[in-house]
Protein backbone atom coordinates (compact mmCIF):
# COMPACT_ATOMS: atom_id res chain seq x y z
CA UNK A 1 0.00 0.00 0.00
CA UNK A 2 1.14 3.22 -0.88
CA UNK A 3 2.47 6.07 1.51
CA UNK A 4 0.32 8.75 0.03
CA UNK A 5 -2.37 8.67 -2.57
CA UNK A 6 -2.53 12.10 -4.97
CA UNK A 7 -5.95 13.83 -4.96
CA UNK A 8 -8.33 13.82 -7.77
CA UNK A 9 -11.43 16.35 -9.24
CA UNK A 10 -14.18 13.93 -9.91
CA UNK A 11 -15.99 14.96 -13.17
CA UNK A 12 -20.06 15.29 -13.53
CA UNK A 13 -22.12 15.35 -16.62
CA UNK A 14 -23.93 18.87 -17.69
CA UNK A 15 -27.57 19.10 -16.59
CA UNK A 16 -28.33 20.73 -20.31
CA UNK A 17 -26.47 18.36 -22.84
CA UNK A 18 -24.69 16.56 -20.49
CA UNK A 19 -21.25 17.25 -21.80
CA UNK A 20 -18.78 16.16 -19.25
CA UNK A 21 -17.43 19.09 -17.04
CA UNK A 22 -16.08 20.33 -13.93
CA UNK A 23 -18.46 20.82 -10.63
CA UNK A 24 -19.64 24.04 -10.79
CA UNK A 25 -22.80 25.74 -8.86
CA UNK A 26 -25.03 25.95 -11.52
CA UNK A 27 -23.76 22.38 -13.21
CA UNK A 28 -23.84 23.68 -16.33
CA UNK A 29 -20.75 23.94 -18.99
CA UNK A 30 -19.80 27.22 -20.84
CA UNK A 31 -21.84 26.72 -24.09
CA UNK A 32 -24.59 26.48 -22.06
CA UNK A 33 -23.99 29.62 -19.70
CA UNK A 34 -23.38 31.23 -22.79
CA UNK A 35 -27.09 30.48 -23.94
CA UNK A 36 -28.69 33.20 -20.98
CA UNK A 37 -29.77 36.01 -22.63
CA UNK A 38 -28.11 38.70 -20.67
CA UNK A 39 -29.38 41.20 -23.73
CA UNK A 40 -32.77 41.23 -23.14
CA UNK A 41 -32.43 41.89 -19.98
CA UNK A 42 -30.69 45.60 -20.59
CA UNK A 43 -32.47 46.04 -23.75
CA UNK A 44 -35.86 46.60 -21.21
CA UNK A 45 -36.80 49.42 -20.32
CA UNK A 46 -39.03 50.82 -17.82
CA UNK A 47 -42.47 49.22 -18.01
CA UNK A 48 -40.87 46.59 -20.66
CA UNK A 49 -40.79 48.98 -23.45
CA UNK A 50 -38.02 50.31 -25.66
CA UNK A 51 -35.01 52.68 -23.50
CA UNK A 52 -35.61 56.29 -24.78
CA UNK A 53 -33.37 59.25 -24.27
CA UNK A 54 -35.45 62.62 -24.55
CA UNK A 55 -33.79 65.79 -25.80
CA UNK A 56 -35.17 69.42 -26.40
CA UNK A 57 -36.14 70.33 -29.93
CA UNK A 58 -35.26 73.85 -29.98
CA UNK A 59 -32.19 74.25 -27.82
CA UNK A 60 -31.07 70.40 -28.80
CA UNK A 61 -29.60 69.72 -25.19
CA UNK A 62 -30.49 66.31 -23.09
CA UNK A 63 -32.16 65.31 -20.03
CA UNK A 64 -29.58 64.50 -17.71
CA UNK A 65 -31.49 62.40 -14.86
CA UNK A 66 -34.96 61.64 -16.98
CA UNK A 67 -37.24 63.75 -14.87
CA UNK A 68 -37.40 66.44 -17.22
CA UNK A 69 -35.71 69.00 -14.90
CA UNK A 70 -32.41 68.75 -15.47
CA UNK A 71 -31.42 69.43 -19.44
CA UNK A 72 -27.08 70.01 -20.92
CA UNK A 73 -25.76 70.63 -23.83
CA UNK A 74 -23.91 67.61 -24.90
CA UNK A 75 -21.92 66.38 -28.04
CA UNK A 76 -22.62 63.82 -29.91
CA UNK A 77 -20.57 60.79 -28.83
CA UNK A 78 -19.16 62.20 -26.23
CA UNK A 79 -18.23 60.19 -22.64
CA UNK A 80 -20.92 62.62 -20.98
CA UNK A 81 -23.69 61.69 -23.37
CA UNK A 82 -22.37 57.73 -22.86
CA UNK A 83 -22.70 58.84 -19.28
CA UNK A 84 -26.59 60.15 -19.49
CA UNK A 85 -27.21 57.05 -21.67
CA UNK A 86 -26.02 54.36 -19.57
CA UNK A 87 -28.26 56.00 -16.60
CA UNK A 88 -31.72 55.25 -18.74
CA UNK A 89 -31.15 51.64 -18.38
CA UNK A 90 -33.15 50.44 -15.80
CA UNK A 91 -31.12 46.82 -15.05
CA UNK A 92 -27.69 48.91 -14.57
CA UNK A 93 -29.12 51.54 -12.34
CA UNK A 94 -30.84 49.21 -10.19
CA UNK A 95 -33.83 50.24 -11.16
CA UNK A 96 -35.52 46.93 -11.92
CA UNK A 97 -33.45 44.30 -9.65
CA UNK A 98 -36.54 42.44 -8.79
CA UNK A 99 -36.71 41.25 -12.64
CA UNK A 100 -32.83 41.03 -13.08
CA UNK A 101 -33.14 38.62 -10.03
CA UNK A 102 -36.00 36.86 -11.33
CA UNK A 103 -34.24 35.68 -14.74
CA UNK A 104 -31.21 34.54 -12.46
CA UNK A 105 -29.20 37.02 -13.35
CA UNK A 106 -27.35 39.49 -10.59
CA UNK A 107 -24.20 41.69 -10.41
CA UNK A 108 -23.88 43.69 -13.75
CA UNK A 109 -21.27 45.29 -14.25
CA UNK A 110 -19.84 47.10 -17.47
CA UNK A 111 -16.43 46.06 -18.90
CA UNK A 112 -15.92 48.31 -21.46
CA UNK A 113 -18.73 50.66 -23.88
CA UNK A 114 -18.89 52.17 -27.21
CA UNK A 115 -21.03 54.64 -30.08
CA UNK A 116 -22.00 52.39 -32.80
CA UNK A 117 -22.67 54.65 -35.81
CA UNK A 118 -26.37 55.68 -36.52
CA UNK A 119 -27.54 57.64 -39.26
CA UNK A 120 -28.20 61.51 -37.75
CA UNK A 121 -31.41 61.74 -38.80
CA UNK A 122 -33.28 58.20 -37.72
CA UNK A 123 -33.88 59.30 -34.58
CA UNK A 124 -31.61 56.45 -32.97
CA UNK A 125 -28.30 55.98 -30.57
CA UNK A 126 -26.76 52.46 -30.85
CA UNK A 127 -23.82 51.44 -28.12
CA UNK A 128 -21.92 48.61 -28.10
CA UNK A 129 -21.17 47.23 -24.22
CA UNK A 130 -19.22 44.41 -22.54
CA UNK A 131 -20.86 43.48 -19.30
CA UNK A 132 -20.01 40.86 -16.83
CA UNK A 133 -22.75 39.45 -15.08
CA UNK A 134 -23.51 36.47 -12.44
CA UNK A 135 -25.89 33.49 -13.57
CA UNK A 136 -26.61 31.29 -10.87
CA UNK A 137 -23.26 32.54 -9.23
CA UNK A 138 -21.30 31.64 -12.40
CA UNK A 139 -19.53 35.16 -13.78
CA UNK A 140 -19.95 35.56 -17.39
CA UNK A 141 -18.76 37.90 -19.79
CA UNK A 142 -21.27 39.05 -23.44
CA UNK A 143 -21.04 41.84 -25.62
CA UNK A 144 -24.25 43.45 -25.69
CA UNK A 145 -25.93 45.95 -28.76
CA UNK A 146 -28.27 48.28 -26.96
CA UNK A 147 -30.62 50.70 -29.00
CA UNK A 148 -31.82 54.21 -27.80
CA UNK A 149 -34.97 56.05 -29.47
CA UNK A 150 -34.01 60.12 -29.30
CA UNK A 151 -37.89 61.61 -28.67
CA UNK A 152 -38.17 65.35 -28.59
CA UNK A 153 -39.59 66.94 -25.00
CA UNK A 154 -39.33 70.48 -24.68
CA UNK A 155 -37.13 71.47 -21.58
CA UNK A 156 -38.58 74.30 -18.89
CA UNK A 157 -36.67 77.20 -19.95
CA UNK A 158 -37.50 76.66 -23.64
CA UNK A 159 -41.05 76.24 -22.29
CA UNK A 160 -41.03 79.51 -20.57
CA UNK A 161 -39.77 81.48 -23.16
CA UNK A 162 -42.62 80.51 -25.67
CA UNK A 163 -45.25 81.54 -22.67
CA UNK A 164 -46.11 85.20 -22.28
CA UNK A 165 -45.23 87.19 -19.10
CA UNK A 166 -42.52 84.36 -18.19
CA UNK A 167 -39.81 86.76 -16.69
CA UNK A 168 -38.79 86.91 -13.49
CA UNK A 169 -36.33 90.01 -12.89
CA UNK A 170 -36.53 93.21 -14.75
CA UNK A 171 -33.28 95.74 -15.36
CA UNK A 172 -34.65 99.16 -15.19
CA UNK A 173 -31.47 101.17 -17.07
CA UNK A 174 -31.61 105.04 -16.99
CA UNK A 175 -30.17 108.20 -17.36
CA UNK A 176 -32.12 110.98 -16.39
CA UNK A 177 -31.05 113.69 -18.51
CA UNK A 178 -32.31 115.95 -21.91
CA UNK A 179 -29.78 114.10 -24.18
CA UNK A 180 -29.37 110.80 -22.54
CA UNK A 181 -29.04 108.87 -25.48
CA UNK A 182 -25.39 110.13 -25.56
CA UNK A 183 -24.45 108.72 -21.70
CA UNK A 184 -25.63 105.78 -23.41
CA UNK A 185 -23.73 105.27 -26.03
CA UNK A 186 -21.07 103.24 -24.56
CA UNK A 187 -22.77 101.11 -22.68
CA UNK A 188 -24.95 100.14 -25.99
CA UNK A 189 -21.75 99.64 -28.28
CA UNK A 190 -20.25 97.45 -25.15
CA UNK A 191 -23.81 95.21 -25.12
CA UNK A 192 -23.46 94.68 -29.07
CA UNK A 193 -19.84 93.44 -29.27
CA UNK A 194 -20.74 91.09 -25.96
CA UNK A 195 -22.65 87.84 -26.67
CA UNK A 196 -22.82 86.59 -23.61
CA UNK A 197 -24.21 89.68 -22.44
CA UNK A 198 -27.82 89.57 -24.42
CA UNK A 199 -27.89 85.68 -24.52
CA UNK A 200 -30.07 85.76 -21.73
CA UNK A 201 -32.11 88.69 -21.91
CA UNK A 202 -35.40 87.32 -22.86
CA UNK A 203 -36.64 91.22 -24.31
CA UNK A 204 -35.78 94.80 -24.31
CA UNK A 205 -38.12 97.88 -24.55
CA UNK A 206 -37.77 100.96 -25.05
CA UNK A 207 -38.73 103.73 -22.48
CA UNK A 208 -38.15 107.33 -21.79
CA UNK A 209 -34.57 108.14 -20.72
CA UNK A 210 -33.46 104.30 -21.15
CA UNK A 211 -34.50 100.66 -21.32
CA UNK A 212 -36.27 97.61 -19.67
CA UNK A 213 -34.00 94.72 -19.69
CA UNK A 214 -36.24 91.49 -19.09
CA UNK A 215 -34.47 87.95 -17.54
CA UNK A 216 -35.55 84.55 -16.62
CA UNK A 217 -33.98 84.54 -13.12
CA UNK A 218 -32.96 87.04 -10.95
CA UNK A 219 -28.84 85.97 -11.23
CA UNK A 220 -29.07 86.66 -14.57
CA UNK A 221 -30.46 90.20 -14.08
CA UNK A 222 -27.62 90.63 -11.36
CA UNK A 223 -24.76 89.67 -13.22
CA UNK A 224 -25.86 91.76 -16.06
CA UNK A 225 -26.42 94.72 -13.49
CA UNK A 226 -22.85 94.16 -12.99
CA UNK A 227 -21.16 93.93 -16.19
CA UNK A 228 -23.27 97.53 -16.50
CA UNK A 229 -21.76 98.71 -13.64
CA UNK A 230 -18.35 98.44 -15.37
CA UNK A 231 -19.09 100.72 -17.56
CA UNK A 232 -20.87 103.52 -16.29
CA UNK A 233 -20.85 104.82 -12.43
CA UNK A 234 -24.60 104.10 -11.06
CA UNK A 235 -26.65 103.40 -8.36
CA UNK A 236 -28.57 100.30 -8.25
CA UNK A 237 -32.09 99.38 -5.95
CA UNK A 238 -33.56 95.95 -5.80
CA UNK A 239 -37.29 95.78 -5.50
CA UNK A 240 -39.82 92.89 -5.53
CA UNK A 241 -43.33 91.81 -5.52
CA UNK A 242 -45.59 89.70 -5.03
CA UNK A 243 -47.67 88.51 -7.95
CA UNK A 244 -48.83 85.03 -6.43
CA UNK A 245 -48.89 82.57 -3.47
CA UNK A 246 -49.53 78.66 -2.65
CA UNK A 247 -49.52 78.09 0.86
CA UNK A 248 -50.02 74.23 0.91
CA UNK A 249 -46.70 74.27 -1.29
CA UNK A 250 -44.97 77.30 0.62
CA UNK A 251 -44.09 78.49 -3.01
CA UNK A 252 -45.10 81.54 -4.68
CA UNK A 253 -44.34 83.63 -7.80
CA UNK A 254 -42.13 86.68 -6.72
CA UNK A 255 -41.39 89.48 -9.64
CA UNK A 256 -37.97 91.41 -8.61
CA UNK A 257 -37.25 94.71 -10.17
CA UNK A 258 -33.60 95.81 -10.27
CA UNK A 259 -33.63 99.76 -11.14
CA UNK A 260 -30.54 101.14 -12.14
CA UNK A 261 -29.47 104.97 -12.03
CA UNK A 262 -26.65 106.23 -13.77
CA UNK A 263 -24.83 109.32 -12.79
CA UNK A 264 -26.75 112.03 -15.50
CA UNK A 265 -22.89 113.26 -16.63
CA UNK A 266 -21.50 112.26 -20.11
CA UNK A 267 -18.00 112.30 -21.28
CA UNK A 268 -16.70 116.16 -22.21
CA UNK A 269 -19.45 117.48 -19.95
CA UNK A 270 -18.50 120.72 -18.30
CA UNK A 271 -19.70 120.98 -14.73
CA UNK A 272 -19.89 123.20 -11.79
CA UNK A 273 -18.16 121.41 -8.79
CA UNK A 274 -20.57 123.42 -5.60
CA UNK A 275 -18.55 125.26 -2.90
CA UNK A 276 -17.77 122.25 0.10
CA UNK A 277 -18.74 119.23 -2.51
CA UNK A 278 -16.45 116.21 -1.05
CA UNK A 279 -15.09 113.14 -2.44
CA UNK A 280 -13.24 115.05 -5.42
CA UNK A 281 -10.17 116.60 -3.62
CA UNK A 282 -9.11 120.34 -4.29
CA UNK A 283 -11.70 120.92 -7.25
CA UNK A 284 -14.33 122.01 -5.25
CA UNK A 285 -15.77 124.99 -5.94
CA UNK A 286 -14.30 125.19 -9.69
CA UNK A 287 -15.33 124.13 -12.85
CA UNK A 288 -14.44 120.56 -14.36
CA UNK A 289 -14.66 118.48 -17.31
CA UNK A 290 -15.23 115.11 -17.33
CA UNK A 291 -12.87 113.30 -18.85
CA UNK A 292 -13.99 109.55 -19.28
CA UNK A 293 -17.03 107.61 -17.91
CA UNK A 294 -16.42 103.63 -16.42
CA UNK A 295 -17.10 102.78 -12.97
CA UNK A 296 -16.09 105.92 -11.67
CA UNK A 297 -16.09 109.67 -12.99
CA UNK A 298 -13.07 111.14 -14.14
CA UNK A 299 -12.69 115.10 -13.62
CA UNK A 300 -10.20 117.47 -14.42
CA UNK A 301 -10.11 121.11 -13.43
CA UNK A 302 -11.38 123.42 -16.26
CA UNK A 303 -9.29 125.95 -15.37
CA UNK A 304 -6.17 125.28 -14.13
CA UNK A 305 -3.21 127.09 -12.18
CA UNK A 306 -0.12 127.80 -14.33
CA UNK A 307 2.13 126.81 -11.47
CA UNK A 308 0.11 123.66 -10.61
CA UNK A 309 1.18 120.10 -11.10
CA UNK A 310 -1.74 118.25 -13.44
CA UNK A 311 -1.60 115.43 -11.02
CA UNK A 312 -3.22 117.23 -8.30
CA UNK A 313 -5.74 118.83 -11.02
CA UNK A 314 -6.92 115.24 -11.96
CA UNK A 315 -9.44 113.13 -9.98
CA UNK A 316 -12.04 110.46 -9.60
CA UNK A 317 -15.90 110.67 -8.26
CA UNK A 318 -17.27 107.62 -7.21
CA UNK A 319 -21.31 106.88 -7.59
CA UNK A 320 -21.63 107.20 -3.78
CA UNK A 321 -19.74 110.07 -4.12
CA UNK A 322 -22.58 112.14 -6.06
CA UNK A 323 -25.60 110.39 -5.01
CA UNK A 324 -24.85 110.67 -1.30
CA UNK A 325 -23.26 114.45 -1.86
CA UNK A 326 -26.31 115.77 -3.51
CA UNK A 327 -26.58 114.89 -6.45
CA UNK A 328 -27.60 117.47 -8.82
CA UNK A 329 -27.16 120.82 -6.12
CA UNK A 330 -23.69 119.92 -5.78
CA UNK A 331 -22.90 118.77 -9.41
CA UNK A 332 -24.40 120.58 -11.57
CA UNK A 333 -24.48 120.54 -15.31
CA UNK A 334 -22.58 123.96 -17.03
CA UNK A 335 -22.71 122.87 -20.81
CA UNK A 336 -22.97 119.92 -22.43
CA UNK A 337 -21.25 118.36 -25.28
CA UNK A 338 -23.70 119.51 -27.84
CA UNK A 339 -22.15 123.38 -27.28
CA UNK A 340 -18.60 122.58 -28.53
CA UNK A 341 -16.75 124.78 -30.49
CA UNK A 342 -13.82 124.20 -33.16
CA UNK A 343 -10.64 126.17 -32.46
CA UNK A 344 -7.58 125.95 -34.37
CA UNK A 345 -4.08 126.29 -32.27
CA UNK A 346 -2.05 128.82 -32.62
CA UNK A 347 0.31 129.12 -29.90
CA UNK A 348 1.37 126.11 -27.30
CA UNK A 349 3.93 126.58 -24.18
CA UNK A 350 3.87 124.08 -21.35
CA UNK A 351 3.98 125.35 -18.60
CA UNK A 352 6.71 123.23 -16.38
CA UNK A 353 10.03 124.53 -17.18
CA UNK A 354 11.19 120.32 -17.77
CA UNK A 355 8.92 120.00 -20.17
CA UNK A 356 9.65 122.87 -21.58
CA UNK A 357 12.72 121.82 -22.44
CA UNK A 358 12.49 118.48 -23.61
CA UNK A 359 9.98 120.15 -25.96
CA UNK A 360 12.20 122.12 -27.03
CA UNK A 361 15.08 119.47 -27.31
CA UNK A 362 12.19 117.29 -29.57
CA UNK A 363 11.66 119.87 -31.56
CA UNK A 364 15.04 120.32 -32.85
CA UNK A 365 14.79 116.68 -33.80
CA UNK A 366 14.01 115.96 -37.14
CA UNK A 367 12.77 113.08 -36.95
CA UNK A 368 10.30 113.68 -34.06
CA UNK A 369 9.27 117.04 -34.28
CA UNK A 370 7.62 117.16 -31.21
CA UNK A 371 7.35 115.62 -28.01
CA UNK A 372 3.40 114.60 -27.93
CA UNK A 373 1.61 112.16 -26.72
CA UNK A 374 1.41 108.57 -29.20
CA UNK A 375 0.20 106.00 -26.68
CA UNK A 376 1.50 104.34 -23.33
CA UNK A 377 5.14 102.85 -25.53
CA UNK A 378 5.62 106.79 -26.35
CA UNK A 379 6.97 107.39 -22.76
CA UNK A 380 5.30 110.92 -22.71
CA UNK A 381 2.40 111.34 -19.89
CA UNK A 382 -0.88 111.51 -21.84
CA UNK A 383 -1.89 115.11 -19.78
CA UNK A 384 0.10 118.31 -18.85
CA UNK A 385 -0.08 121.88 -18.24
CA UNK A 386 0.06 123.99 -21.00
CA UNK A 387 -0.38 127.96 -21.97
CA UNK A 388 -2.57 127.54 -25.19
CA UNK A 389 -3.51 130.55 -27.71
CA UNK A 390 -6.53 129.66 -30.05
CA UNK A 391 -8.63 131.44 -32.03
CA UNK A 392 -11.93 130.44 -33.36
CA UNK A 393 -12.54 128.51 -36.45
CA UNK A 394 -15.25 130.48 -37.85
CA UNK A 395 -13.34 134.00 -37.48
CA UNK A 396 -10.41 132.96 -39.78
CA UNK A 397 -10.96 135.92 -42.42
CA UNK A 398 -13.44 137.48 -40.36
CA UNK A 399 -11.39 138.94 -37.00
CA UNK A 400 -8.18 138.82 -35.15
CA UNK A 401 -9.68 137.78 -32.15
CA UNK A 402 -7.75 134.97 -30.31
CA UNK A 403 -7.89 133.62 -26.71
CA UNK A 404 -5.13 132.38 -24.27
CA UNK A 405 -6.00 129.85 -21.69
CA UNK A 406 -4.21 127.07 -19.48
CA UNK A 407 -5.15 123.21 -20.00
CA UNK A 408 -4.44 120.07 -19.41
CA UNK A 409 -3.83 118.98 -23.37
CA UNK A 410 -0.47 119.68 -23.34
CA UNK A 411 1.43 116.98 -24.98
CA UNK A 412 -1.42 116.82 -26.66
CA UNK A 413 -1.65 119.42 -28.79
CA UNK A 414 1.10 121.29 -31.41
CA UNK A 415 0.67 124.44 -33.51
CA UNK A 416 -2.26 124.22 -36.38
CA UNK A 417 -4.30 121.45 -34.85
CA UNK A 418 -8.34 121.41 -34.96
CA UNK A 419 -9.20 121.13 -31.12
CA UNK A 420 -13.04 121.14 -29.79
CA UNK A 421 -13.84 123.42 -26.96
CA UNK A 422 -16.52 125.47 -25.41
CA UNK A 423 -16.72 129.31 -25.83
CA UNK A 424 -17.92 130.59 -22.94
CA UNK A 425 -17.54 134.28 -23.47
CA UNK A 426 -20.19 134.03 -26.23
CA UNK A 427 -22.53 131.53 -24.47
CA UNK A 428 -26.10 132.06 -23.79
CA UNK A 429 -26.30 130.86 -19.70
CA UNK A 430 -30.10 130.03 -18.05
CA UNK A 431 -30.57 131.87 -14.96
CA UNK A 432 -29.82 129.43 -12.63
CA UNK A 433 -26.47 128.44 -14.09
CA UNK A 434 -26.11 132.40 -13.73
CA UNK A 435 -26.90 131.75 -10.36
CA UNK A 436 -24.17 128.86 -9.50
CA UNK A 437 -21.55 131.04 -11.25
CA UNK A 438 -22.06 133.72 -8.61
CA UNK A 439 -22.37 131.42 -5.77
CA UNK A 440 -20.59 128.36 -6.16
CA UNK A 441 -17.00 128.90 -7.09
CA UNK A 442 -14.45 129.86 -4.81
CA UNK A 443 -13.49 133.43 -4.71
CA UNK A 444 -10.25 133.21 -5.84
CA UNK A 445 -11.60 130.80 -9.25
CA UNK A 446 -11.73 133.17 -12.29
CA UNK A 447 -13.97 131.54 -15.11
CA UNK A 448 -12.29 131.22 -17.90
CA UNK A 449 -13.23 132.39 -21.70
CA UNK A 450 -12.76 129.12 -23.30
CA UNK A 451 -11.76 125.31 -22.18
CA UNK A 452 -10.68 123.26 -24.30
CA UNK A 453 -12.08 119.27 -24.33
CA UNK A 454 -10.39 117.44 -26.88
CA UNK A 455 -8.29 117.12 -30.16
CA UNK A 456 -9.94 116.45 -33.31
CA UNK A 457 -7.98 113.56 -35.20
CA UNK A 458 -6.76 114.36 -39.07
CA UNK A 459 -8.59 117.93 -38.27
CA UNK A 460 -11.79 115.98 -39.03
CA UNK A 461 -14.62 117.63 -40.88
CA UNK A 462 -17.77 117.77 -39.29
CA UNK A 463 -19.15 116.70 -35.29
CA UNK A 464 -21.24 113.51 -34.89
CA UNK A 465 -23.46 115.33 -33.05
CA UNK A 466 -25.02 118.17 -35.98
CA UNK A 467 -25.40 115.09 -37.77
CA UNK A 468 -27.45 113.45 -35.55
CA UNK A 469 -29.45 116.37 -34.92
CA UNK A 470 -29.88 116.49 -39.23
CA UNK A 471 -31.08 112.98 -38.76
CA UNK A 472 -33.63 113.92 -36.08
CA UNK A 473 -34.50 116.78 -37.97
CA UNK A 474 -34.95 114.55 -41.10
CA UNK A 475 -37.26 112.52 -38.92
CA UNK A 476 -39.46 115.47 -37.91
CA UNK A 477 -40.06 116.66 -41.07
CA UNK A 478 -41.30 113.66 -42.52
CA UNK A 479 -43.71 113.59 -39.87
CA UNK A 480 -44.77 117.01 -40.54
CA UNK A 481 -44.83 116.36 -44.31
CA UNK A 482 -47.78 113.75 -42.66
CA UNK A 483 -49.57 115.65 -40.61
CA UNK A 484 -50.08 118.03 -42.82
CA UNK A 485 -52.30 116.30 -45.09
CA UNK A 486 -54.65 116.14 -41.91
CA UNK A 487 -56.45 118.85 -40.55
CA UNK A 488 -56.02 119.61 -36.45
CA UNK A 489 -57.83 121.64 -34.17
CA UNK A 490 -55.59 124.61 -32.40
CA UNK A 491 -57.14 122.76 -29.30
CA UNK A 492 -54.56 119.80 -29.83
CA UNK A 493 -51.71 121.13 -31.32
CA UNK A 494 -49.81 121.84 -28.00
CA UNK A 495 -50.54 118.12 -27.33
CA UNK A 496 -49.22 116.65 -30.92
CA UNK A 497 -46.20 118.96 -30.76
CA UNK A 498 -45.47 117.46 -27.16
CA UNK A 499 -46.32 114.10 -28.86
CA UNK A 500 -43.38 114.74 -31.36
CA UNK A 501 -40.90 115.39 -29.48
CA UNK A 502 -41.60 112.57 -27.40
CA UNK A 503 -41.67 109.86 -30.26
CA UNK A 504 -38.42 111.37 -31.57
CA UNK A 505 -36.85 110.46 -28.36
CA UNK A 506 -38.19 106.82 -28.43
CA UNK A 507 -37.41 106.95 -32.01
CA UNK A 508 -33.90 107.38 -30.86
CA UNK A 509 -33.61 104.64 -28.19
CA UNK A 510 -34.96 102.04 -30.57
CA UNK A 511 -32.21 102.93 -32.80
CA UNK A 512 -30.05 102.48 -29.43
CA UNK A 513 -31.59 98.84 -29.14
CA UNK A 514 -31.03 98.18 -32.65
CA UNK A 515 -27.37 98.62 -32.44
CA UNK A 516 -26.97 96.89 -29.52
CA UNK A 517 -27.74 93.69 -31.67
CA UNK A 518 -30.62 93.15 -29.83
CA UNK A 519 -33.49 92.58 -32.77
CA UNK A 520 -31.32 90.33 -34.29
CA UNK A 521 -31.58 87.49 -31.77
CA UNK A 522 -34.27 85.02 -32.14
CA UNK A 523 -35.27 85.43 -28.44
CA UNK A 524 -35.16 89.29 -28.20
CA UNK A 525 -38.44 91.24 -29.30
CA UNK A 526 -38.50 94.58 -28.95
CA UNK A 527 -41.59 96.61 -28.55
CA UNK A 528 -42.91 98.82 -31.58
CA UNK A 529 -46.15 99.09 -30.72
CA UNK A 530 -46.28 102.99 -30.53
CA UNK A 531 -45.23 103.29 -34.19
CA UNK A 532 -46.49 102.88 -37.62
CA UNK A 533 -46.14 99.69 -39.11
CA UNK A 534 -44.55 101.58 -42.00
CA UNK A 535 -41.84 102.60 -40.11
CA UNK A 536 -39.78 99.42 -40.32
CA UNK A 537 -37.31 100.28 -43.50
CA UNK A 538 -37.20 103.83 -41.87
CA UNK A 539 -35.82 102.34 -38.57
CA UNK A 540 -33.07 100.19 -40.58
CA UNK A 541 -32.01 102.97 -42.85
CA UNK A 542 -31.55 105.05 -39.61
CA UNK A 543 -30.01 102.53 -37.82
CA UNK A 544 -27.45 102.02 -40.69
CA UNK A 545 -26.67 105.16 -40.80
CA UNK A 546 -26.26 105.86 -37.28
CA UNK A 547 -23.75 102.68 -37.29
CA UNK A 548 -21.85 104.78 -39.99
CA UNK A 549 -21.67 108.02 -37.96
CA UNK A 550 -20.51 106.40 -34.48
CA UNK A 551 -17.85 104.61 -36.76
CA UNK A 552 -16.56 108.00 -38.14
CA UNK A 553 -16.64 109.27 -34.72
CA UNK A 554 -14.05 106.55 -33.10
CA UNK A 555 -12.24 107.06 -36.51
CA UNK A 556 -11.79 110.90 -35.57
CA UNK A 557 -11.75 110.73 -31.53
CA UNK A 558 -8.75 108.60 -30.34
CA UNK A 559 -10.05 108.88 -26.76
CA UNK A 560 -13.33 107.55 -27.39
CA UNK A 561 -12.27 104.26 -28.93
CA UNK A 562 -9.61 103.48 -25.77
CA UNK A 563 -12.65 104.54 -23.66
CA UNK A 564 -14.59 101.61 -25.41
CA UNK A 565 -11.87 98.82 -25.46
CA UNK A 566 -11.42 99.87 -21.72
CA UNK A 567 -15.23 99.22 -21.25
CA UNK A 568 -14.84 96.04 -23.62
CA UNK A 569 -11.69 94.85 -21.69
CA UNK A 570 -13.47 95.24 -18.33
CA UNK A 571 -17.40 93.40 -19.46
CA UNK A 572 -14.95 90.44 -21.14
CA UNK A 573 -13.24 89.96 -17.81
CA UNK A 574 -16.98 89.76 -15.93
CA UNK A 575 -18.24 87.20 -18.81
CA UNK A 576 -15.36 84.86 -17.88
CA UNK A 577 -15.84 85.10 -13.84
CA UNK A 578 -19.51 84.17 -14.84
CA UNK A 579 -18.57 81.50 -17.25
CA UNK A 580 -16.15 79.96 -14.55
CA UNK A 581 -18.29 80.36 -11.95
Known amino acids: MSGTSGLTTSLIPCCTCGATIA????NQCASCLATVDVGSIVRRGPGGGDLVVYQCRQCRRFDRTGDGRHYVHLEPESPELMAVL????????????????????????????????????????????TLKADVNDVSIQQRIKVEFVVKWKQCPDCIKES?????????????????????????????????????????????????????????????????????APMRTKTTQSLVSEDKTNNTANIKTTIACDMIPLCR??????????????????????????????????ASPARDSDVSTRLTEMHAETYWRGGEEKMYRLFVSSNRLVRFVVLDVELCCEDERERYRNGANNRDETTQLYRGPQSG????????????????FGVNDETFRLVTHLGHLLHVGDIVLGYDISSTVLSSEVEW???NAFNSNFVVPDVVLVRKVKGGGTTELSSGENNAVKGYGSEMNRKDKAKAKSSASRKRERRMKKEAEKQKKLEEAAARMGLDTDQDVHLDLDDFDEGDGEALSRAVQRENAKFGERIKMDEELANDLEIVERELAIGVEDHTQQ
Open 23 to 26: PNPS
Open 86 to 129: LKQIPALSGRSSHHVKKSGVGALKILDSMFVWTEPNSMRMRVML
Open 163 to 231: RQRTWQAIVQLRQKRDDSRKGLLVLELAIARNAEMRKDILSVQTKKNGFDFYFPSVDKARHFTQYLAKA
Open 268 to 301: DDLIIVQKGAKGVGNLSGRLCLVLRMSSVVHLVD
Open 380 to 395: VSKYALADVEVAREAD
Open 436 to 438: SME
